[in-house]
């Protein structure tokens, strides 16, 4: 893969531009079609945010990927730091100078200029806060719902995304921190503070909390749109606890990569079962 490519995690950005489209599903509905022109400025500018904040994690990780992930451009010597760090605000800074002058509506730069400062926050010692970090990891994913209600100008259904997103991002970033923890050794994690096993346990109830929240939802359908939902949900919770399952047996690397599959398929769930109501 292209190395510019890879440093914006692809499939990341792709699933953020379908987290947006869902959310705006979510809160306009069939008056989305009014829309479309935010819509897609939005995704383009969360797709350029999402692929700079990968950049500069990959930057900030440098030293430490050499061990955990020796295979992503900037280790492996398909390009060096400095280029990568250009590159990482080339694009954060694009995607913000979208939003403010192509939208009249200046709330979804807003949403995107509080993500921004996270993300600063988050790579200038958040990261190695242990579960501090996890929480400013999972605001910034589902605050994407926030940004795509906002876009439609209609945030409250939203909600509910944001909240689901948010609970279930935790879970897997600290999974995934169980699954760096040899490399993190200038990280204060979760895992490396109080082990692997006290982590874990509270990565399943955090997202059992996420799961049983999924469920109130389907109060907002009915119909062949609540059947579509709740099967939907049913299939993303069940990957999920999948995935818990993994890091129990310490593959931690299915482990997360499965709750993330199951995020995806949550967010397919709501799109479907909006366009069916």
């Known amino acids: 893969m292209n190395p510019y490519l890879a440093l914006i995690r692809p499939g990341n950005a792709i699933l953020t531009a379908i987290a947006v489209i869902a959310g705006a599903f979510i809160a306009a509905g069939p008056d989305i079609v009014n829309f479309q022109v935010e819509i897609a400025i939005c995704c383009i500018s969360a797709m350029m945010l999402v692929g700079g904040g990968n950049a500069l994690n990959d930057y900030n990780d440098r030293e430490s990927d050499k061990e955990n ?42 949403i995107a200029l509080l993500g921004m400062l996270t993300l600063v926050a988050y790579e200038n010692g958040l990261k190695a806060a242990g579960i501090t970090g996890n929480i400013a990891v999972g605001f910034m994913s589902g605050a994407v719902f926030l940004y795509a209600g906002m876009a439609v100008n209609n945030p409250g259904p939203t909600i509910w995304m944001f909240g689901l997103a948010f609970l279930a991002t935790i879970s897997r970033e600290i999974v995934k921190d169980i699954q760096d923890l040899e490399g993190d050794r200038d ?71 499965n709750i993330k599959q199951g995020m995806g398929i949550a967010m397919l769930a709501f799109i479907v079962a909006a366009g069916l109501s």
Do not use: C, W
Request: aromatic fraction near 10%; hydrophobic fraction near 45%; glycine fraction near 10%.
């Open 69 to 110: 992930h020796p295979n992503r451009p900037i280790p492996s010597g398909q390009i060096n730091a400095e280029t990568a760090l250009n590159y990482a605000q080339l694009l954060l800074g694009g995607g913000l100078i979208i939003l403010i002058f192509a939208l009249d509506n200046k709330m979804p730069f807003v």
């Open 187 to 257: 990280r204060r994690t979760l895992p490396s503070r109080i082990g692997i096993s006290y982590s874990l346990n509270i990565a399943i109830l955090i997202l059992l909390i996420a799961i049983g929240l999924s469920y109130t939802a389907i109060n907002q359908f009915d119909g062949n749109a609540l059947n579509a939902y709740a099967g939907g949900i049913t299939l993303a919770n069940a990957i999920m606890l999948f995935g818990i399952y993994n890091s129990r047996n310490e593959d931690y690397f299915m482990g997360q990569k």
